[in-house]
């Protein structure tokens, strides 16, 4: 089992940033891919940045590239979003979420282990 917290959600307004982290404890971090995930109301849960075990190798969702900046630190077994340049369009209940697979991976079925959410509210 891998348990997963998020922090750092809040509320901003457009054009500023926030900074979520992810803390994992159970197994070894670097055995895992990483990734974040959003859910604004009403709408399916999204895709928004991936990292591989290493950290090498990111991926972005087209609407956040540019603006947000995935990274790990295995050492300390968390991943963060950093978040520029928020725009209203970001508000969603933020997930972290690990995958016991090689690589990026960016489908919400490939992950096996979620944390809780953390909102994140930008108003224009």
């Known amino acids: 089992q891998v348990q997963l917290v998020e922090s750092g959600g809040g509320m901003m307004q457009a054009g500023g940033s926030l900074r979520l982290s992810c803390a994992a404890s159970g197994r070894t971090f670097s055995n895992y891919a990483m990734g974040w995930f959003r859910q604004a109301p009403g709408k399916e849960r999204e895709f928004v940045a991936a990292t591989s075990r290493s950290g090498v190798t990111t991926t972005y969702a087209d609407s956040v590239k540019g603006r947000f900046t995935i990274s790990r630190d295995n050492a300390k077994s968390t991943v963060n979003l950093e978040m520029n340049s928020l725009k209203p369009e970001d508000t969603a209940v933020y997930y972290c979420?690990?995958?016991?697979?090689?690589?990026?991976?960016?489908?919400?079925?490939?992950?096996?282990?979620w944390g809780q959410g953390t909102q994140v509210t930008v108003s224009s």
């Open positions: 979420a690990a995958a016991s697979s090689r690589g990026v991976v960016t489908g919400t079925a490939q992950y096996g282990y």
